[in-house]
């Protein structure tokens, strides 16, 4: 007995659009994701005292990152949601809108407190958008194209990451910092008149009534608990009430969220997929990856570009192999998941990633260069052999009509992990620099300077070039200290690592079913969830059968 061959989802018309719609959203995904990476490398010349910059205080340069990061990662979810509810096509253009808006505002600031509040701003773009892309993606390519298509997107998110300190270095080398925003301009607005004139609207066609309370609770949660991260990254002490007290807040908001939710007949978010456990494994392990790779991008700069004296520009090049890796391997992972399953290609990938970061031990003042190349090389194979795979399970275990609320949790717990690595592993690196720095500071002659040159490598280096001759005996010991808290926390990411690559070799699943996508019973097979009768490409419903149908149905879109 031969089984009938699934009937297709996507109208005809939309069908042949749907490479150049995924370029579209590939190009809304770089400019938003480039700008986390893009604004590090033009700190020092924010700092700069007018005309070259605007003279940012060091706080005011934290602030104006941490406002988008914590203004995008606590709208995430929320955004999802007004995706799904009021149409993805719509999120995606007004949060373009937004971020183009608010880019050329932060181009134009002439304070630090302007850039802090246009940042925030552009934050609330990143975040109708970012959700959209996903979303998007899943519902303009049927299920046995999807994981070749989120494999282009998940290459799109590590190459932005890469190509934005290249992009920052070269604006810096040869305009005013201001460039580092305004470049996002014109590429905003070839991105909106693309998506206007290729992308399909799509939404849940029974989205149910509003949940007020879920969205408010699960906005002060993530904003109260983003805040206490990045506070207690700053302090590099975690036991500050600036820094628990806020984290509490938030706990104690998500805690109350998920119960209100599994009591309310019209959830925001439907906390049963976490029963699921592909689901819950598969964001565990996103925020895994993005921990620790967020917190050894962090140090990664600062070992280039101080230890080993690499201009900005350099030390981006240095992190592209990284990007080039993912970008390669990242579109094909679906082959190895095709020949080894999604268990053993997760697992895979995590241990490169973990031998990868285990790599940083070797790394001196005088290594090679090219071994950090070769490590770069590595962990990107690992994480495209990663992400891609995760991403289809949290996408293709749910129905396509949520596929906004399903992009929004794979984000968030992406920006999270992230978060929470800048964050922790920056104190754990502070901490055990500052300790190795102990007696060399304890020989300057004031407290003042003790307290300044024990906060960071880049701080200690600062106050060895205004002491002069008596500075240069800290430049040495400096290196080494943070050369030693480097090796200590690239130790332990690879350990986080090798946490997640066991939760994703016994909680994930093995090979795809025979019948594989479309199969009766399978995600988007007949019976199955996002099957037949599964919101489509324009809202609607599809109809049950292939043939003359979906003509009518491509005739309709």
Not at 136 to 156: C, D, L
Not at 279 to 285: D, Y
Not at 308 to 327: C, I, T
Not at 413 to 428: D, E, P
Request: charge should be neutral; glycine fraction near 14%; hydrophobic fraction near 55%.
């Amino acid at each position: 007995m031969t089984t009938a061959a699934a009937p297709p989802r996507v109208p005809e018309a939309i069908h042949r659009r749907r490479w150049a719609i995924l370029s579209t959203l590939v190009l809304a995904l770089l400019v938003v994701v480039l700008d986390n990476s893009i604004l590090n490398v033009a700190m020092k010349t924010i700092a700069s005292p007018a005309p070259t910059g605007i003279g940012a205080s060091q706080s005011d340069l934290e602030w104006s990152i941490n406002s988008y990061t914590l203004v995008f990662a606590g709208l995430l979810f929320t955004s999802g949601l007004l995706g799904d509810r009021f149409g993805r096509k719509r999120a995606l253009v007004a949060g373009m809108a937004v971020f183009g808006v608010s880019s050329l505002l932060s181009a134009l600031a002439s304070t630090p407190g302007e850039l802090i509040g246009y940042r925030a701003v552009m934050g609330v773009g990143g975040a109708l958008a970012m959700p959209a892309t996903l979303a998007i993606v899943m519902n303009v390519f049927e299920r046995s194209e999807q994981p070749k298509a989120i494999g282009i997107w998940a290459g799109a998110v590590g190459l932005a990451i890469a190509i934005g300190p290249i992009t920052g270095g070269l604006l810096i080398e040869h305009f005013w910092w201001g460039s580092v925003f305004l470049i996002n301009v014109p590429i905003v607005i070839v991105a909106i008149i693309a998506m206007v004139l290729l992308v399909p609207e799509s939404k849940d066609p029974n989205p149910g009534r509003l949940d007020p309370v879920g969205v408010l609770l699960s906005i002060i949660g993530l904003v109260a608990l983003i805040y206490g991260i990045i506070k207690g990254g700053e302090l590099a002490d975690f036991t500050a009430v600036e820094a628990w007290g806020p984290v509490l807040v938030g706990v104690v908001a998500l805690a109350a969220f998920v119960i209100f939710e599994s009591r309310t007949a019209h959830p925001a978010l439907d906390v049963t997929w976490f029963r699921d456990k592909v689901f819950s494994a598969s964001v565990v392990v996103v925020g895994v990856v993005f921990f620790a790779l967020m917190g050894v991008s962090f140090f990664g700069v600062f070992y280039i570009q101080s230890v080993r004296d690499y201009s900005a520009l350099q030390a981006g090049l240095l992190m592209l192999p990284l990007a080039v890796a993912q970008l390669l391997f990242a579109p094909r992972a679906r082959l190895v998941v095709d020949r080894f399953g999604v268990r053993a290609t997760c697992s895979g990938g995590m241990a490169l990633m973990a031998a990868g970061f285990l790599g940083y031990l070797l790394l001196g003042a005088t290594t090679p260069i090219w071994v950090l190349i070769v490590l770069g090389l590595l962990m990107g194979t690992g994480m495209a052999h990663v992400m891609p795979p995760v991403t289809v399970a949290i996408m293709g275990s749910l129905p396509r009509e949520k596929a906004g609320a399903g992009s929004a949790v794979n984000n968030t717990f992406r920006q999270v992990g992230g978060s929470l690595g800048v964050a922790v592993l920056g104190a754990v690196l502070s901490t055990v620099y500052r300790d190795g720095m102990s007696d060399q500071l304890a020989q300057l002659p004031t407290e003042e300077l003790r307290a300044k040159a024990g906060e960071s490598l880049e701080a200690t280096l600062a106050v060895a070039g205004r002491l002069g001759e008596q500075g240069r005996a800290l430049v040495g010991p400096a290196d080494d200290a943070f050369i030693h808290a480097m090796h200590v926390v690239a130790g332990l990411s690879a350990g986080i690592i090798a946490v997640g690559a066991l939760l994703a070799w016994f909680l994930l699943p093995g090979r795809v079913p025979a019948g594989g996508p479309g199969a009766p019973g399978a995600p988007g097979g007949p019976g199955g969830p996002g099957g037949p009768g599964a919101a489509a490409a324009d809202g609607k419903q599809l109809p049950a059968q292939g043939g003359p149908d979906r003509k009518a149905a491509a005739a309709g879109a």
